[in-house]
């Protein structure tokens, strides 16, 4: 039987992309709902290209209680945020418990917490001059970007890079290790 997954997405979706796609190759899993915040968010072509059901919510919504029944229904293995840009209320992380995932394009803990995403978090590694960055799969907690740490991939920051050079090798890292590392935990989950 295949793991169902609901993915929370606020931007284009390459990651959730990465994962449609990967899981379409072993069977392992679908993605059963995409939930995003954004109504205009590319995620959301995604999801009616690929026939998968999407809810659009507003604070409110995301914040109700009612929301985690909504979710239920779906009876997902893993809820993975993939570029979804509001902190999680206690609520839903702890109806969820250690089955929420997220990917956090640099190597936390540094480069981490509220405010810190996409070229954010590439132009504050590029302009400390660091000489490696990466990826981090982690739980989420209700703290930003501090749950357990799951997995982490490195990559070199190349003198002269830009937050859009070290973003595109960041991607590459991200849809190669974000579907393996769920892959790992769906295989994992007694
Ligand atoms: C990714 O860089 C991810 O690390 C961060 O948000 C971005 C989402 O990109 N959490 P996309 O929408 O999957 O292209």
Not at 9 to 17: E, I, L, V, Y
Not at 35 to 55: F, M
Not at 65 to 81: G, Q
Not at 104 to 115: D, F, Q, S, T
Request: proline residues 5%.
């Amino acid at each position: 039987m295949a793991h169902s997954l609901i993915i929370f997405a606020s931007g284009r979706g390459s990651n959730a992309q990465a994962i449609i796609d990967y899981f379409k190759g072993n069977g392992k899993a679908t993605v059963s709902l995409i939930v995003s915040n954004k109504p205009d968010a590319g995620v959301l072509d995604i999801a009616r290209a690929e026939g998968i059901p999407s809810l659009v919510v507003d604070r409110a919504q995301f914040n109700d209680v009612a929301l985690v029944a909504k979710l239920r229904e779906h009876k997902p293995s893993l809820i993975v945020l993939a570029g979804f840009l509001w902190k999680i209320p206690e609520h839903l992380v702890q109806a969820f418990p250690d089955s929420m995932v997220n990917i956090h394009p640099a190597l936390l803990p540094r480069y981490g917490g509220k405010g810190m995403y996409g070229h954010h978090v590439h132009n504050a590694v590029v302009a400390a001059g660091e000489t490696e960055s990466g990826i981090t799969v982690h739980y989420v907690n209700e703290v930003y970007d501090s749950g357990n740490i799951i997995l982490q991939a490195r990559c070199k920051v190349v003198p002269g890079d830009n937050a859009d050079a070290l973003a595109a090798r960041i991607h590459r890292l991200e849809h190669y290790y974000f579907p393996r590392a769920i892959e790992f935990l769906l295989d994992n989950i007694n």
